[in-house]
C-alpha cells in the first residue's frame, strides 16, 4: 500500500482532487497516481444494434453508427489522456518532490479500484463527477465507500489544506479501529484534533472520549474532546463552524446512531450537505 490514487473525470472538482492529493502526498510521503477511468457504459467499445428496429434494410446505417460510436470512444479517450497530463503538471507545479504517475482505464471504476486497492493507502474522489454536475452527488460515492477497504477522501469544488479536523466518534469497534488508524497514519499529523462524540449520556460518553483521547495523545496529536445532542448531522455540522474545521473523519459503518446515519440514503444526505472534505475510514 503505498499510493494516494486521485481519481479524476474532468468535473469542476478535477483541481481539488489534485490538490488534495498533493496535500495528502506530502503528507504521508507517498506518489500520487492519476486515474481516469473512462466508463464503458456511457463509452462501448462495441455497439451492439443487431436488435435495433428498423435497421436491418439499411446496413450502412448500422455501420456508419458504429464507426461513429467508435470515434467517440477514442477521442474520449484521448481527450482523458490530455486531462491527465495537464493533471499531472497540476501536481508537479504544487510539489515537485511528488512522484506523480498517470493510469487510464476503459471500463468500470469500481472494478478499477478494486484492482489498484493493494497499492492505495488512499483514494482521492471528488463530489460530484463529471456526468453528475447538477446532482448533489455523484453516483459512483457510496458504492465505493461501501466496496473499498482503504480510506477515501472525498472532496468538494474547492480544497485548501486544513489546518485542523474533527473525528466524529461513537465508541463502537469500528470507530476504535479508525481512531487506531489515524494514530498510525502521518496523514494527519500536525493537524488540530477534535474528537466529537453525539450522546444524550454526558457521562459514559465524556468516560469513551478520555480513553479514545489517550490513543492520540500518545500519537502526539493535540486534542479536545466535546459531547453534543441532538440530532448526529446538525450537531456535527454546528459544531465544525463553531470551531472553523476544516476535514471531518469518520468511521463508516459503526453500531450506533452514526452507523444508522451511514447507511442507505443517510450516507449521500452527509456527503451532499458537507461543506467540508470528508476522510470515511472502514
Not at 507545479?93 to 478499477?112: C, F, P, Y
Not at 465544525?240 to 444508522?260: C, F, K, P, T, W
Request: aromatic share 4%; net charge negative.
Amino acid at each position: 500500500m503505498t499510493n494516494v490514487i486521485a481519481c479524476i473525470d474532468g468535473s469542476k472538482a478535477t483541481l481539488a482532487v489534485c490538490n488534495a492529493s498533493v496535500w495528502a502526498a506530502t503528507q504521508m510521503a507517498a506518489p500520487v497516481t492519476l486515474l481516469h477511468v473512462l466508463d464503458k457504459s456511457v463509452y462501448p467499445t462495441q455497439l451492439n444494434l443487431s436488435g435495433s428496429i428498423g435497421l436491418g434494410t439499411r446496413e450502412h446505417l448500422l455501420d456508419e453508427m458504429v464507426e461513429i460510436e467508435g470515434r467517440r470512444s477514442k477521442l474520449a479517450l484521448e481527450q482523458g489522456k490530455y486531462m491527465l497530463e495537464d493533471a499531472k503538471t497540476c501536481v508537479t507545479k504544487q510539489q515537485s518532490s511528488v512522484a506523480v504517475n498517470t493510469l487510464q482505464r476503459h471500463g468500470d471504476l469500481i472494478e478499477t479500484l478494486l484492482e489498484q486497492e493493494p497499492n492505495a493507502r488512499l483514494v482521492v474522489m471528488g463530489r460530484q463527477g463529471e456526468q453528475h454536475q447538477d446532482h448533489p452527488i455523484g453516483s459512483h460515492i457510496e458504492s465505493v465507500i461501501r466496496t473499498l477497504k482503504q480510506p477515501i477522501l472525498v472532496v468538494m469544488p474547492e480544497f485548501t489544506a486544513p489546518k485542523r479536523f474533527i473525528f466524529a466518534y461513537d465508541g463502537s469497534a469500528t470507530a476504535k479501529k479508525a481512531l487506531a488508524r489515524v494514530a498510525a497514519s502521518p496523514l494527519l499529523k500536525g493537524l488540530e484534533c477534535h474528537l466529537v462524540m453525539v450522546s444524550d449520556n454526558q457521562t459514559q460518553a465524556s468516560a469513551e472520549l478520555a480513553v479514545a483521547a489517550d490513543t492520540l495523545n500518545s500519537a502526539d496529536f493535540s486534542v479536545s474532546t466535546a459531547v453534543c445532542q441532538g440530532e448526529v448531522q446538525a450537531a456535527l455540522e454546528a459544531y465544525q463552524v463553531e470551531h472553523n474545521i476544516d476535514l471531518m473523519v469518520m468511521g463508516a459503518y459503526g453500531h450506533s446512531r452514526i452507523r444508522e446515519f451511514f447507511v442507505g440514503s443517510n450516507t449521500t444526505r452527509m456527503i451532499s450537505k458537507s461543506k467540508i472534505p470528508l476522510l470515511l475510514l472502514r
